[in-house]
Every structure is written in structure tokens, then in C-alpha cells.
């Protein structure tokens, strides 16, 4: 029976769904909340014993933390650290492993970068990525890339084509006109900052309102536009401005269209990276829950050490400092709720093509974002052993609800809900899975809701906001740009630059 997301929603919330008869065993991959509940709930911490100084204390391990310390060492600058709270860092770029291969936990790409993004290539080249100007051939994902589960098949590409009349096609060819001209005007630039000056009007709308104003009624291109707007927010296409919503498919350059750049652990392959290069700078397990003035300087503590230091690099998600900081600016801004699962599979699920298993796999009208392979890239012949990543942005109701839900549903009724969106595509999904490990993420990402173009970023002196929130748009390029903005803006502070 094709499972609705009506019937989705209420077993995966509820707990009404049907047991599996394989027993398959797994559990949460987080604790990361309860520090962070702590925080918010005004725990007290004994104060540390230890007192240090130091120049520069970067606050949070993410790719923007990263980056600023990347950014700190390119410029000849050694003397500072990075603190981070989880015991590994990356944030969303973080990844696990097993005995089959590695995995991510949440990004999983790099959008090829054109020359308007000269940071990502810079970065890119150091980590060996980009050689002489030319793409390393075995970081470019391998085709076939992408597929999409629509009326009981598999099709090619995720614009829906099975079923699709006249109509829809002729909406498809108007919507990418549109596309291409918001792309002309040089608005739409990834990182944001480097684009033309923005219409806010598009900004006080939603990408929903703006679709029905175009005249854009087709359930498919209706469908691919929300997809969109969950994949990369978190969000409902009704819940994001239209600006985002357009920067969506207008930002990127042609040259991305020969990517993206992967690896069998996502995004912790640069993290790997960066951090084989930062060495002792970076320590985790190091949670920040104090951050105060001391005249012209900051004092920031830890559980195990004071750091008194001339400039701080607030790397962490913006909404954390109000926990940390007696004078915290204020900042609203949404953050999207997700749930990702790591599946291990001892075969590969029967398939119902025509379409071939692809690195991006999709099903229409699912309320989860579908799975990436993470052995997509073996050069190996024959691969029957694999990890699929899944992906599920709870973007239906409030935020704060759902992240309460995400909490509160036990383990098994998620394991359930994702086997059964599995099962409309793979059927026998359950006699091949031996294991399912789930990350949950409370404050994902940014969401770019209407108006976000307008909220006003803090100042703080000689303390540098760097998360990927002040541009508003949870993407790589965003996270990095603001990182190696910050670590600049503080090497200025100190005289360094």
C-alpha cells in the first residue's frame, strides 16, 4: 500500500507504525543536545584552574571555525586556538565510519566552484583538489549523479519527466527562463556578499506566493521548487523568501554543472584535511559556556581553561552567544530541524528501473529528502556492501516542535518511518539492511525565511561573527567566506594583516 504523507507523518511522529519481523539493530549517534540544554538552562560550571593567553580563540570547530583558523595560518599567523565542543570536529561537516567505508553526517558536496568563488578554489588547491587549475578527476562525482522514484520507476534527473505532459514542460522551459535572467543580473553570486545590490522585495515574499504570481501552478515544478527549498533551508517553499528560493537555482555558474566535488565521507574529507594541517590548534571536547569582557580584551572559558585573548572568532551558531554572553546582541534567526541515518546494507535492494542507481537518490513526494550512496565513488567493479545516507528535514509545523519531536520519538518508531519511506522505491529494503545509526540535529541550519535579507547583523568589536547564519544561507561557500571574513577582520585588530 503506497504510503501517504498523511500516514508518513502520524507513524513516524506517533509511533503507529508497522514492526519489521528482521530484527535490525542501531541506535542515536548524538548526545551533543544535552550540552547544549545545559547551556541554555543557565547550568552552572566550576571555574577553570588553568589561565592562558593568547592573540586569537576562534569559538567552534565547524567548516567556518575551519576556515577562519585556515585563513589565520595562510596568513602566516599561528598563535591561536580553536575550541570545539563536540569530540570531533566539522559541525555539519562531521563524519563516522565502519568496516565498508566512510560515511557522512550531513554535508555530503561541494558545489563546483567558478571564479567567482576564488576561496573555495583557494582552499580547494591546498588540499590537492585543484591541480594546475584542473579538477581532480576522482573527487568529481561519478555518473549516474542523480535519479528520481516517480509512478512506480526510476527516472533520470530529478525534474520529473515520467508523467509529465505539454503543460508542465512548457512551465519547466518558462521557469528556467526566469532562471537564467535573475541569473544575468548578477544579483544571484555565491558567496552572497560578492552579488549586485538585492530587490527586498523579492525578500518580503515567499517562494511559494512568488510561484503563484508567475502564473507557476504544475504539481511537478511545484514539487521540484519545495524539494529545493528542503534540501538546501530545511524549510517549505511557503516558509522561504522568494529570494532564497531564487538564489537557489540562479547563484551557481556553468561550471558547477561538471560537479559536484564528493567523497565517501562528505564534507569530513576537507575537515580531515584541515585539521591534519591545524594539528594542536584545534581542541575538542572544549565546550565554551562563558565568554566576558576584561577591559579591552575577552576572557573565554571552558570546563578545563581560561583563554584571555585581544580577538575572538565567534564561529558557533549566532543564537549560542546569548547563553555565553552578558551582553550578547540580539539575533533572530530560524533554525531548521533535521534528522540524518546512516544505513549499512549487506546487498543492494531490487531496483525498478530504468533508471541505474545513482549517488542521489530521490522519491517523489516523500517527506525526507532521500539517500546518497557513500560508496558511489569505489572504482571497484562489483560493490555489494554499502552505506546509504538519508536525509529528512522536518520542515512541516514550528521548529521548535519539531525539534521537541526530534527529541522525544524514540529510536525504533524513526527506524521504522525510514524503512517504510525506503520500502515505496525498495521493497525488500528490510532483508538487506543490518544496521541504522541516526544523527539528529536540532539547529541544522539558518532558514532564510522572508525578510532575512533585512535582519541586522551584531557588531561587537573586537569579537567577529563568522557562522554561516549571517549570510543567512546554510551553504559551504557561506560557512567558509564568513570564517576567513572574520579570521581577516581580526588580523587587522591585532596589526597582523
Given at each position: 500500500?503506497?504510503?501517504?504523507?498523511?500516514?508518513?507523518?502520524?507513524?513516524?511522529?506517533?509511533?503507529?507504525?508497522?514492526?519489521?519481523?528482521?530484527?535490525?539493530?542501531?541506535?542515536?549517534?548524538?548526545?551533543?543536545?544535552?550540552?547544549?540544554?545545559?547551556?541554555?538552562?543557565?547550568?552552572?560550571?566550576?571555574?577553570?584552574?588553568?589561565?592562558?593567553?593568547?592573540?586569537?580563540?576562534?569559538?567552534?570547530?565547524?567548516?567556518?571555525?575551519?576556515?577562519?583558523?585556515?585563513?589565520?595560518?595562510?596568513?602566516?599567523?599561528?598563535?591561536?586556538?580553536?575550541?570545539?565542543?563536540?569530540?570531533?570536529?566539522?559541525?555539519?561537516?562531521?563524519?563516522?565510519?565502519?568496516?565498508?567505508?566512510?560515511?557522512p553526517w550531513a554535508a555530503h558536496y561541494?558545489?563546483?566552484?567558478?571564479?567567482?568563488?576564488?576561496?573555495?578554489?583557494?582552499?580547494?588547491?591546498?588540499?590537492?583538489?585543484?591541480?594546475?587549475?584542473?579538477?581532480?578527476?576522482?573527487?568529481?562525482?561519478?555518473?549516474?549523479?542523480?535519479?528520481?522514484?516517480?509512478?512506480?520507476?526510476?527516472?533520470?534527473?530529478?525534474?520529473?519527466?515520467?508523467?509529465?505532459?505539454?503543460?508542465?514542460?512548457?512551465?519547466?522551459?518558462?521557469?528556467?527562463?526566469?532562471?537564467?535572467?535573475?541569473?544575468?543580473?548578477?544579483?544571484?553570486?555565491?558567496?552572497?556578499?560578492?552579488?549586485?545590490?538585492?530587490?527586498?522585495?523579492?525578500?518580503?515574499?515567499?517562494?511559494?506566493?512568488?510561484?503563484?504570481?508567475?502564473?507557476?501552478?504544475?504539481?511537478?515544478?511545484?514539487?521540484?521548487?519545495?524539494?529545493?527549498?528542503?534540501?538546501?533551508?530545511?524549510?517549505?517553499?511557503?516558509?522561504?523568501?522568494?529570494?532564497?528560493?531564487?538564489?537557489?537555482?540562479?547563484?551557481?555558474?556553468?561550471?558547477?554543472?561538471?560537479?559536484?566535488?564528493?567523497?565517501?565521507?562528505?564534507?569530513?574529507?576537507?575537515?580531515?584535511?584541515?585539521?591534519?594541517?591545524?594539528?594542536?590548534?584545534?581542541?575538542?571536547?572544549?565546550?565554551?559556556?562563558?565568554?566576558?569582557?576584561?577591559?579591552?580584551?575577552?576572557?573565554?572559558?571552558?570546563?578545563?581553561?581560561?583563554?584571555?585573548?585581544?580577538?575572538?572568532?565567534?564561529?558557533?551558531?549566532?543564537?549560542?552567544?546569548?547563553?555565553?554572553?552578558?551582553?550578547?546582541?540580539?539575533w533572530e534567526c530560524v533554525y531548521s530541524?533535521?534528522?540524518?541515518?546512516?544505513?549499512?546494507?549487506?546487498?543492494?535492494?531490487?531496483?525498478?528501473?530504468?533508471?541505474?542507481?545513482?549517488?542521489?537518490?530521490?522519491?517523489?513526494?516523500?517527506?525526507?529528502?532521500?539517500?546518497?550512496?557513500?560508496?558511489?565513488?569505489?572504482?571497484?567493479?562489483?560493490?555489494?556492501?554499502?552505506?546509504?545516507?538519508?536525509?529528512?528535514?522536518?520542515?512541516?509545523?514550528?521548529?521548535?516542535?519539531?525539534?521537541?519531536?526530534?527529541?522525544?520519538?524514540?529510536?525504533?518508531?524513526?527506524?521504522?518511518?525510514?524503512?517504510?519511506?525506503?520500502?515505496?522505491?525498495?521493497?525488500?529494503?528490510?532483508?538487506?539492511?543490518?544496521?541504522i545509526d541516526i544523527m539528529r540535529l536540532?539547529?541544522?541550519?539558518?532558514?532564510?525565511?522572508?525578510?532575512?535579507?533585512?535582519?541586522?547583523?551584531?557588531?561587537?568589536?573586537?569579537?567577529?561573527?563568522?557562522?554561516?547564519?549571517?549570510?543567512?544561507?546554510?551553504?559551504?561557500?557561506?560557512?567558509?567566506?564568513?570564517?576567513?571574513?572574520?579570521?581577516?577582520?581580526?588580523?587587522?585588530?591585532?596589526?597582523?594583516?
Amino acid at each position: 500500500m503506497p504510503l501517504t504523507r498523511r500516514r508518513f507523518s502520524g507513524a513516524a511522529l506517533l509511533g503507529l507504525t508497522r514492526k519489521s519481523g528482521r530484527a535490525i539493530p542501531g541506535g542515536f549517534a548524538d548526545r551533543s543536545h544535552e550540552a547544549g540544554h545545559r547551556l541554555r538552562d543557565g547550568a552552572t560550571a566550576p571555574a577553570p584552574r588553568d589561565r592562558r593567553r593568547i592573540p586569537a580563540v576562534i569559538v567552534g570547530g565547524g567548516i567556518a571555525g575551519l576556515s577562519a583558523a585556515w585563513r589565520f595560518q595562510k596568513r602566516g599567523f599561528r598563535d591561536f586556538v580553536v575550541l570545539e565542543m563536540e569530540a570531533q570536529a566539522g559541525g555539519n561537516a562531521r563524519w563516522g565510519e565502519n568496516e565498508i567505508t566512510g560515511f557522512p553526517w550531513a554535508a555530503h558536496y561541494v558545489p563546483l566552484p567558478g571564479p567567482g568563488a576564488p576561496l573555495v578554489r583557494e582552499m580547494m588547491a591546498d588540499l590537492g583538489v585543484l591541480r594546475g587549475g584542473e579538477w581532480e578527476e576522482r573527487y568529481l562525482c561519478h555518473s549516474p549523479q542523480e535519479r528520481l522514484y516517480l509512478h512506480g520507476r526510476w527516472q533520470e534527473g530529478l525534474e520529473p519527466d515520467v508523467g509529465a505532459t505539454n503543460a508542465d514542460r512548457d512551465q519547466y522551459r518558462r521557469f528556467h527562463e526566469k532562471m537564467e535572467e535573475f541569473s544575468r543580473s548578477g544579483e544571484f553570486r555565491i558567496p552572497m556578499e560578492t552579488g549586485a545590490r538585492r530587490q527586498t522585495g523579492l525578500d518580503r515574499l515567499p517562494m511559494r506566493e512568488w510561484l503563484r504570481e508567475q502564473r507557476f501552478d504544475s504539481p511537478y515544478l511545484l514539487w521540484l521548487v519545495d524539494y529545493a527549498c528542503r534540501d538546501d533551508y530545511g524549510a517549505r517553499a511557503a516558509d522561504t523568501s522568494a529570494w532564497a528560493g531564487i538564489h537557489y537555482f540562479a547563484a551557481r555558474s556553468r561550471e558547477s554543472e561538471r560537479g559536484p566535488l564528493t567523497w565517501p565521507e562528505g564534507n569530513g574529507w576537507i575537515v580531515r584535511r584541515l585539521m591534519d594541517r591545524l594539528g594542536g590548534a584545534v581542541r575538542t571536547g572544549a565546550f565554551v559556556h562563558r565568554i566576558m569582557r576584561a577591559g579591552s580584551r575577552w576572557r573565554v572559558w571552558t570546563a578545563q581553561q581560561e583563554y584571555e585573548a585581544e580577538a575572538v572568532v565567534f564561529a558557533a551558531p549566532t543564537f549560542l552567544a546569548r547563553y555565553m554572553m552578558e551582553e550578547a546582541p540580539r539575533w533572530e534567526c530560524v533554525y531548521s530541524p533535521w534528522l540524518t541515518a546512516n544505513l549499512t546494507l549487506e546487498r543492494p535492494p531490487r531496483d525498478r528501473g530504468p533508471a541505474p542507481p545513482s549517488w542521489d537518490n530521490v522519491i517523489f513526494k516523500s517527506p525526507a529528502l532521500g539517500y546518497v550512496v557513500a560508496t558511489h565513488q569505489s572504482l571497484r567493479s562489483h560493490v555489494d556492501r554499502s552505506v546509504w545516507t538519508y536525509y529528512w528535514a522536518l520542515a512541516d509545523g514550528p521548529p521548535a516542535a519539531n525539534r521537541r519531536r526530534l527529541l522525544e520519538t524514540p529510536w525504533e518508531t524513526w527506524k521504522e518511518a525510514i524503512l517504510d519511506d525506503l520500502a515505496q522505491a525498495h521493497p525488500d529494503i528490510r532483508d538487506c539492511v543490518s544496521r541504522i545509526d541516526i544523527m539528529r540535529l536540532g539547529h541544522a541550519m539558518p532558514r532564510p525565511t522572508p525578510g532575512f535579507l533585512s535582519r541586522r547583523r551584531p557588531q561587537s568589536g573586537s569579537l567577529f561573527w563568522a557562522n554561516s547564519d549571517q549570510s543567512g544561507i546554510p551553504l559551504f561557500e557561506e560557512a567558509q567566506y564568513r570564517g576567513a571574513g572574520a579570521a581577516d577582520a581580526a588580523l587587522r585588530l591585532l596589526g597582523k594583516a
